[in-house]
């Protein structure tokens, strides 16, 4: 049975940080591409981050560049999120998901292999 379990969401103040984290279980995490998405209250679901199973190469939406950060250890099938210079527009339920492809991860939407329940990261204004 997989697993994707995200830990570390909280409320915090504007312009602080939170760190993230997803442990995968049942899957082969070094050949699986990792992302995390997140959902705002009222908006669809969207991409934040994306990392191959390397993790040479990582990608990010324009809204978290230069803030947020991605990284995996495969030694602990775990994916990490940094985020940085946290903004009240970044209040949203943050999904772990996992895909074989990356292509798939990143563009795949619902269709992506595996999905977390995600943990709500909340920025007052």
């Known amino acids: 049975q997989v697993q994707l379990v995200e830990s570390g969401g909280g409320l915090v103040q504007a312009g602080s940080s939170l760190s993230l984290s997803c442990a995968a279980s049942g899957i082969t995490f070094s050949r699986h591409s990792m992302g995390w998405f997140r959902q705002a209250p009222g908006k669809e679901r969207e991409f934040v981050g994306g990392?191959?199973?390397?993790?040479?190469?990582?990608d990010y939406a324009d809204s978290v560049k230069g803030r947020f950060t991605m990284s995996r250890d495969n030694a602990k099938n775990t994916v990490y999120l940094q985020m940085n210079s946290l903004k009240p527009e970044d209040t949203a339920v943050y999904y772990c998901?996992?895909?074989?492809?990356?292509?798939?991860?990143?563009?795949?939407?619902?269709?992506?292999?595996?999905w977390g329940k995600g943990t709500l990261v909340t920025v007052p204004s």
């Open positions: 990392i191959n199973w390397s993790g040479r190469m990582v």
């Open positions: 998901a996992a895909d074989p492809s990356y292509r798939s991860l990143r563009f795949g939407g619902k269709n992506v292999a595996y």
